[in-house]
């Protein structure tokens, strides 16, 4: 899609923004609130950065009837703090691909152990919020697999195929954490099947 068309014809002010960036990738992602034709939608935003240039724009946008979906939702998790952290609480860059990967694995392997921590929080759609450990089913396969992760701000995010290996639904899930355990976990999910994202996955 050529830039300026899309979302940006239709968007407004922008009302939430985190953002993670990979400086071993030289990419980004943001969790982005804002109004599409005046209307909420929710936004994970991709960018790739190659000699001082932006090379890649993969925008996921949740809207009603799309999983879960509550912008509100999202708008009152304002007060979470995302920011970087001391340096005695990040977790390596291993331990955050580490965790994205023990997340999304555990839906098909009920052997996996995610490091949740304690109080961990997830937050689905915007619209339920519930422990990390509950309401993960069983026999869930997830492909098409790519990460990033910011040691910095000790977040790492997840874009995948939510139900294949080559086909599922389009879907990021964030994860925060501190001392090597994930606290916040932040999804959103396109409720239409994908046979890509369009993009390479993770090697």
């Given at each position: 899609?050529?830039?300026?068309?899309?979302?940006?014809?239709?968007?407004?002010?922008?009302?939430?923004?985190?953002?993670?960036?990979?400086?071993?990738?030289?990419?980004?992602?943001?969790?982005?609130?804002?109004?599409?034709?005046?209307?909420?939608?929710?936004?994970?935003?991709?960018?790739?950065?190659?000699?001082?240039?932006?090379?890649?724009?993969?925008?996921?946008?949740?809207?009603?009837?799309?999983?879960?979906?509550?912008?509100?939702?999202?708008?009152?998790?304002?007060?979470?703090?995302?920011?970087?952290?001391?340096?005695?609480?990040?977790?390596?860059?291993?331990?955050?691909?580490?965790?994205?990967?023990?997340?999304?694995?555990?839906?098909?392997?009920?052997?996996?152990?995610?490091?949740?921590?304690?109080?961990?929080?997830?937050?689905?759609?915007?619209?339920?919020?519930?422990?990390?450990?509950?309401?993960?089913?069983?026999?869930?396969?997830?492909?098409?697999?790519?990460?990033?992760?910011?040691?910095?701000?000790?977040?790492?995010?997840?874009i995948v195929l939510f139900g294949g290996e080559r086909s599922g639904l389009l879907d990021a899930h964030f994860f925060r954490l501190i001392d090597g355990t994930i606290r916040n976990v932040h999804s959103m999910t396109v409720?239409?099947?994908?046979?890509?994202?369009?993009?390479?996955?993770?090697?």
């Amino acid at each position: 899609m050529p830039i300026g068309e899309g979302l940006w014809k239709t968007a407004g002010p922008v009302k939430l923004h985190r953002y993670l960036v990979d400086t071993e990738q030289c990419g980004t992602m943001s969790e982005v609130v804002l109004p599409e034709d005046g209307v909420d939608v929710i936004m994970g935003l991709r960018l790739k950065v190659e000699s001082g240039g932006i090379t890649e724009a993969e925008a996921i946008i949740t809207r009603d009837g799309d999983w879960l979906f509550d912008a509100q939702g999202y708008l009152d998790s304002k007060d979470q703090t995302w920011d970087v952290l001391p340096e005695e609480q990040r977790s390596t860059r291993e331990q955050l691909l580490a965790a994205a990967k023990a997340y999304f694995d555990v839906f098909s392997d009920k052997s996996v152990k995610p490091p949740f921590g304690e109080g961990c929080e997830r937050l689905e759609g915007g619209q339920a919020t519930a422990p990390c450990p509950v309401g993960i089913p069983d026999g869930v396969t997830i492909g098409n697999r790519r990460y990033l992760a910011d040691v910095e701000a000790s977040v790492s995010v997840g874009i995948v195929l939510f139900g294949g290996e080559r086909s599922g639904l389009l879907d990021a899930h964030f994860f925060r954490l501190i001392d090597g355990t994930i606290r916040n976990v932040h999804s959103m999910t396109v409720n239409s099947t994908f046979t890509t994202t369009g993009w390479p996955e993770a090697p």
